[in-house]
């Protein structure tokens, strides 16, 4: 019985030939609503699937975000953070609880008339701050 499968899809779709291994990476970063870290996504898989090695989630990882299934987020906090691609955002990472949330992007909202003659791949918008939950007027 074949039947479909969003996520096998996806990788062939992006040209990635879909292993079990890339198959239940991506299964579970498309199901996160979170920013899960390399080391988050390899504690929980490795207990589904024992066999599945921290290397071949960091060079997955790699691959996914090359081919733009995924985005990795730098934090400059701990480790890089990954979310799937789906519509373009950018990120607010409190300084005080860590909790990074997604902000809508006004199109061409971040792109700058210096960039003239240039061609814009990727726009990441990263914000630092303190959330309203840990904000001093809140408290």
């Known amino acids: 019985m074949n039947t479909f499968n969003p996520v096998v899809e996806k990788l062939r ?3 990635i030939q879909p292993t ?3 198959i239940i990476i991506l299964d579970y970063i498309m199901k996160q609503e979170g920013h ?3 080391d988050e996504i390899n504690r929980v898989l490795q207990k589904e699937s024992p066999a599945l090695s921290k290397a071949t ?6 691959l996914f975000t090359q081919k733009g299934l ?3 987020i730098a934090t400059n906090q701990d480790e890089n953070r ?3 691609a789906d519509h373009p955002h950018g ?5 005080k609880c860590s909790h990074i949330y997604d902000i809508e992007l006004k199109p061409d909202s971040v792109i700058s008339d210096d960039l003239s003659g240039f061609t814009v791949e990727d726009t990441q918008l990263l914000i630092k701050g303190i959330c309203p939950k840990c904000s001093p007027d809140n408290k």
């Open 13 to 15: 779709e992006s040209g």
């Open 20 to 22: 079990h291994q890339r």
């Open 36 to 38: 899960p870290t390399a």
């Open 57 to 62: 989630v960091y060079n997955t990882l790699k």
């Open 70 to 72: 995924i985005h990795m």
């Open 82 to 84: 990954y979310e799937i």
């Open 91 to 95: 990120h607010f990472i409190c300084s």
